[in-house]
């Protein structure tokens, strides 16, 4: 249930990713951290922190009050 919620968010970002040549991969979620790859222009973008953090994070902690943060691998 929580993937699934977590996946629904992160169609909604790779939108707006996709358009800048990038994209996002769910990788694992524990303990209520989700764990992220950023690919193609995301993964090498010197923003990609504050993407992260001030998008990805802020739209998965919105939607999902027990996300307590998102991490990239």
């Known amino acids: 249930m929580l993937r699934e919620d977590v996946?629904?968010?992160?169609?909604?970002?790779r939108v707006g990713?996709?358009?800048d040549g990038?994209?996002?991969?769910?990788?694992?979620?524990?303990?209520?951290?989700?764990y992220v790859r950023l690919k193609g222009a995301c993964g090498t973008c010197p923003m990609s922190t504050l993407?992260?953090?001030?998008?990805?994070?802020a739209n998965l902690?919105?939607?999902i009050p027990d996300i307590r943060a998102v991490q990239s691998v």
């Open 51 to 57: 993407t992260l953090k001030n998008w990805v994070e």
């Open 17 to 19: 990713l996709r358009r």
């Open 7 to 13: 996946e629904k968010v992160l169609d909604q970002v």
């Open 61 to 63: 902690r919105k939607a």
């Open 22 to 34: 990038g994209d996002i991969e769910l990788v694992d979620i524990r303990d209520n951290i989700v």
